[in-house]
């Protein structure tokens, strides 16, 4: 995605282009007319009017009054020009996140927030642990909360960077409906399994790990920042390392400019650094995933072109959807999320006696 594509398609969102009264555009698209490289999934899409902007805009509006409210009502330490600011920097990550997402299908989470955002507001907010997660959170979690799938579609129209209105509808009842589940199953997790939770090992079905690196990252950054990442310091290459990963790409564009028919347009230097660093964290479910999108996105793909295009992406959406429903169902069912688990019987698949995939504790 080039900077003119992304200038062209963030044009399309701004007040010039707002409809207010929706209720009398239908919000249908021009149906594209021989066009055989269209993706059929969004060929289906333009069956559906579309959503219009001010829908956007109400939802924003509504969401930039409450934010601060939450902010403040929860001691947050986070001063409301900070949170202007993670606004602002959300705005600027879509831009790049969403073609991230576009050309190589990987949307980063809150698990692996960028540092940069943490650098950002450690030193915006020095000594301020609990400012710098409420920021992270602004500036960047906003991110995965939206479906950009058609954002950055080149074949499509004007409006593309617009969703369908049931998709739109549907996305915004299942955020609520998912932050009041999220809120209260968490809550409930905690207070059966605490000591579990705050301890280094925990057990074959409850970790703290990812909410404990999470506050971690936030002391180092939002209370130790000077005194780690600073110039001079112990760890003063993680902020300069940034400036390695401007240069890290050049060699392949050089590569790819100068000997094309080496394709080394192919190596995407972001994802193969963050992948490279996720190694470390590979379990048996994790190589199980890699082999299913493998079978999917190469030997289905190469070898069954027609049934690829027609149930893959419905196929993905279900064992992400049935994955979801079997984690939330097994949770209070089987795992004990209220307080009382009712285990498997124990075999080899499922071992009762230490970590499900078998992974080795610490010594």
């Known amino acids: 995605m080039s900077p003119s594509n992304l200038c062209k398609q963030w044009k399309e969102f701004t007040w010039n282009n707002v409809k207010w ?17 269209i993706d059929p999934h969004y060929a289906q899409m333009l069956k559906y009017p579309d959503a219009p902007n001010s829908w956007y805009y109400a939802t924003f509006m509504v969401s930039f009054v409450v934010a601060p409210v939450v902010i403040y009502k929860n001691d947050s330490t986070l001063p409301w020009w900070g949170f202007v600011i993670a606004v602002v920097l959300a705005t600027i990550s879509i831009l790049f996140l969403g073609a991230l997402s576009a050309v190589t299908n990987v949307t980063l989470s809150i698990r692996e927030s960028p540092v940069s955002i943490n650098m950002i507001t450690g030193y915006l907010h020095p000594g301020k642990p609990m400012a710098n997660m409420y920021f992270v959170l602004y500036s960047y979690s906003t991110f995965p909360r939206i479906d950009f799938e058609t954002l950055f579609n080149p ?22 409906l998912g932050a009041i589940l999220n809120y209260f199953l968490i809550i409930s997790i905690i207070d059966n399994h605490r ?8 057990t074959n079905i409850w970790s703290g790990q990812q909410p404990q690196a999470y506050n971690s ?21 993680v902020p300069l390392s940034y400036l390695v990963g401007l240069v890290a790409p050049v060699p392949f564009w050089l590569v790819h400019r100068y000997w094309p028919k080496l394709r080394a347009d192919y190596l995407f230097v972001p994802i193969i650094w963050w992948s490279a660093g996720s190694a470390g964290a590979l379990t048996p479910w ?3 995933t890699f082999m299913i999108a493998f079978a999917s996105q190469w030997w289905i793909r190469t070898r069954y072109p027609s049934w690829f295009q027609k149930y893959n992406y419905p196929v993905g959406a279900a064992l992400d959807g049935g994955t979801q429903v079997m984690v939330f169902s097994l949770s209070f069912a089987v795992e004990g999320a209220t307080g009382t688990s009712h ?14 995939d078998r992974c080795l504790y610490l010594g």
């Open 21 to 37: 009264k929706f209720w009398n555009d239908d919000g249908m698209r021009e149906q594209p007319m021989g066009n055989e490289d």
């Open 217 to 237: 990252q936030a002391i180092a950054w939002g209370g130790l920042s000077h005194e780690l990442f600073s110039v001079g310091m112990r760890y003063q290459w």
């Open 343 to 356: 285990l498997f019987p124990a075999w080899w698949g499922a071992n009762q006696g230490g970590n499900y």
């Open 155 to 176: 074949p499509c129209s004007r409006y593309d960077t617009k969703l369908p209105r049931p998709a739109f509808t549907a996305q915004l009842i299942g955020t609520l």
């Open 195 to 202: 000591d579990t939770l705050l301890s280094v090992q925990g």
């Open 286 to 288: 994790s190589c199980l």
